[in-house]
């Protein structure tokens, strides 16, 4: 499956990096959620800000990690951006991992950002109840979506996540494979059985919020198993959303490793 890319390249009078950067995100986000990261590295280099299948512009279908890895590689060929660095968060994360494991050739350099090779990753979403059974007006603005999801999402920053999937205007819905999404979510949740060689010995970098849940000490023995020329690196006073929490350090971190790397 062909996914929908927002690309950012340098100005023709920048030096440039040979190397292309993709860009992954979360769950239930989009490409420009890593608009900031994504605008600060394409001074220096091809980028491109991927929405994985079912999210943003994507076509919609049956999700997998190994599925979506297959996408990520699919569009990066179309692209004529392999092999690039991949920078995945959280959902887009284990999707870097997957691929990177799987087709090692087409990943130069990894960037993992708040998830670890493991169950887990999305539970602080609590993901409500009814939301593929929700009934839109005939239209709906952003106040409207807001006030319509509020019964169901009382926290503010998972309402607003959900909001930007909403179709605004006449005729609101999902603009999301939502379907899709929830009969998948157990093994979004769950990392997929590797084989027993599997091994990514490429330069990678974790990041991880310290304030988040979701790269523990018990992740450590899969991280050096799997991914044995690893780093991490955590960032004070930053949750899950670490990019978005933390910008200038989180952007410090990943600016130095593709000096070294990419």
């Keep these: 499956m062909l996914l929908n890319v927002i690309e950012r390249t ?27 990261v994504q605008r600060r590295l394409a001074a220096t280099r091809r980028t491109l ?3 994985l299948r079912n999210h943003g512009a994507s076509p919609h279908g049956p999700m997998s990690y190994p599925i979506m890895a297959d996408d990520v590689r699919e569009t ?12 995945g968060h959280s959902m887009g994360g284990k999707t870097s991992m997957m691929l990177a494991l799987r087709h090692p050739q087409t990943v130069k350099a990894l960037i993992v950002v708040d998830i670890a090779p493991g169950r887990g990753g ?10 593929e059974k929700l009934v839109f007006p005939p239209a709906l603005d952003l106040h409207g979506a807001n006030d319509l999801l509020r019964p169901l999402i009382p926290n503010d920053a998972v309402r607003q996540l959900m ?3 909403i ?18 979510f157990p093994a979004l949740m769950d990392w997929p059985a590797l084989p027993e060689d599997a091994c990514y010995t490429g330069p990678t970098l974790f990041i991880r919020g310290e304030d988040s849940p979701y790269v523990q000490p018990d992740n450590y023995p899969a991280m050096q198993r799997l991914f044995p020329n690893h780093r991490l690196e955590s960032i004070a006073g930053a949750g899950h959303w670490v990019h978005a929490d933390a910008p200038q350090r989180f952007s410090e971190l990943v600016e130095q490793f593709l000096a070294q790397h990419g």
Excluded: C, K, Y
Aim: glycine fraction near 10%; hydrophobic fraction near 45%; charge should be negative.
């Design 10 to 36: 340098p100005e023709p009078t920048a030096t440039t990096s040979p190397l292309p950067v993709a860009l992954l995100h979360g769950l239930f986000g989009r490409a420009r959620n890593l608009g900031f």
């Design 49 to 51: 800000a991927m929405d």
């Design 76 to 87: 990066l060929q179309h692209h004529a951006a392999d092999p690039a660095v991949l920078l």
């Design 122 to 131: 999305f539970s602080s979403l609590d993901l409500p109840q009814g939301l």
């Design 163 to 165: 909001v930007q999937n």
């Design 167 to 184: 179709r605004l205007g006449d005729n609101p819905g999902w603009a999301i494979g939502l379907t899709d999404i929830l009969a998948a």
